[in-house]
């Protein structure tokens, strides 16, 4: 089933929901005009006068009530179902079975399809198909013979709650993007703005600070080496514009999650456009080069280097570091005393997303691991 969608006082739904009411009405009018004419042929015309006016009754109680998001919800919707079929229900007595053999229209005629309209508004295809099935089956119910005429207007019927529900959905995931856009907007031109005014200020008294106290013993190297730190860092982070929240099983730019890692001793190149993954393959990814980086800060120190390589059905990702290097079969030692942590946390991950780990060391000439993942999602 599906869930009932969100709602808010001036999404791109409430136009729905007018229109829903401005058709109940005209419907109602018609009705009406059809009471009015065939009236003398009823077996009790006095009752459909009564059930014309209940009819009005209930169209102003939904108009006013479906107005209201808050009021948008089950109990008000399996009433304007149990009112509608009510109505159909007491149609054979009210206008007689002889007249309805005879080709005479039932009391709801169009104004039976208000419920279906607002339970596809409400909650999708899904939801407004069931109403249409329920007023469908009844409608025929109350007929003496089923004729071409009636199934047709049962498949109507059908085809209006899936066609509305269908556009529903389609108008509050389209509010939904919007808001999105809107709030990356805002919040673009907010890191801008405050880009531009890091830039002139923090960022060039850190820049100048790490430079005038990098060669510095003591104190003084140290306040100079977390200069560096807090610059790069800085720059990461206003660098390139915020992201949009991404949408469930959407896909993620690599470079925002490797930016992350950017520091005074970690430098990221990347290419100048988005490199999109799956959002697993992606994390996976990322995760595997943090634990890169971990092994780089443990056993190398120094500085390293991640490079982001977008070869279109793979993405290939480097870590490369100044170290002394891994010992020939140092691995393969390390793994036999239970320390998993290339073999896991690197390798382990790469190989679950289809990929290939390569690791290219020698003493005394630093490392590179270059992870490389196919593009899809297996």
């Known amino acids: 089933m599906v869930s009932r969608m969100p709602s808010s006082p001036g999404g791109l739904e409430v136009p729905l929901w ?30 459909a006068g009564g059930v014309l ?22 109990p008000l919707l399996l009433a304007d ?15 007689g079975r002889t007249a309805l053999a005879a080709g005479v229209p039932t009391l709801t005629v169009a104004w039976l399809a208000g419920p279906v309209l607002a339970w596809a508004v409400s909650g999708g295809r899904r939801r407004g198909g069931v109403a ?21 207007g049962v498949i109507l019927l059908l085809l209006a709650g899936v066609v509305v529900g269908h556009v529903a959905r389609l108008a509050v995931t389209a509010e939904e993007r919007l808001q999105r856009a809107v709030e990356l907007e805002a919040a673009t031109r907010e890191r801008e703005r405050l880009a531009r005014d890091i830039h002139d200020s923090v960022l060039q008294v850190l820049a100048l600070v790490q430079r005038r106290g990098a060669h510095l ?24 514009a915020a992201a949009a929240p991404p949408d469930e099983g959407a896909d993620r730019d690599l470079r925002d999650l490797l930016d992350r890692y950017a520091s005074a001793t970690v430098e990221v190149a990347a290419p100048a456009t988005p ?11 990322a995760a595997a080069v943090g634990a890169a980086l971990d092994n780089v800060a443990r056993h190398a120190g120094g500085r390293a280097w991640v490079l982001i390589e977008d070869e ?4 290939t990702v480097s870590v490369r570091d100044e170290g002394p290097g891994i010992p020939a079969g140092r691995l393969a030692e390390a793994a036999a005393q239970g320390r998993l942590g290339v073999a896991q946390s690197i390798r382990g991950r790469v190989a679950d997303l289809g990929g290939e780990a390569r690791i290219l060391s020698a003493p005394g000439a630093g490392t590179e691991i270059e992870l490389t993942v196919p593009r899809s999602d297996r």
């Open 18 to 47: 007018r229109s829903i009411a401005v058709f109940r009405f005209a419907s109602l009018a018609y009705v009406g005009l059809l009471v009015l004419r065939d009236a003398h042929r009823y077996d009790h015309p006095i009752a």
């Open 312 to 315: 279109g059905e793979t993405v």
């Open 81 to 95: 179902l149990g009112v509608v079929l009510a109505i159909m229900l007491a149609t054979p007595w009210v206008v």
């Open 275 to 285: 490199v999109p993954l799956p959002a697993r393959v992606a994390e996976e990814l």
């Open 132 to 152: 249409a099935l329920v007023l469908g089956v009844a409608d025929l119910a109350t007929r003496e013979r089923i004729s071409q005429s009636s199934l047709t």
């Open 217 to 240: 013993d003591g104190e003084a190297g140290e306040l100079a080496r977390l200069a560096g730190e807090q610059e790069a860092a800085l720059r990461a982070l206003i660098g390139r």
């Open 53 to 74: 006016l209940a009819m009005l009754a209930w169209t102003v109680a939904t108009a006013v009530g479906y107005a209201r998001p808050a009021a948008r919800r089950w």
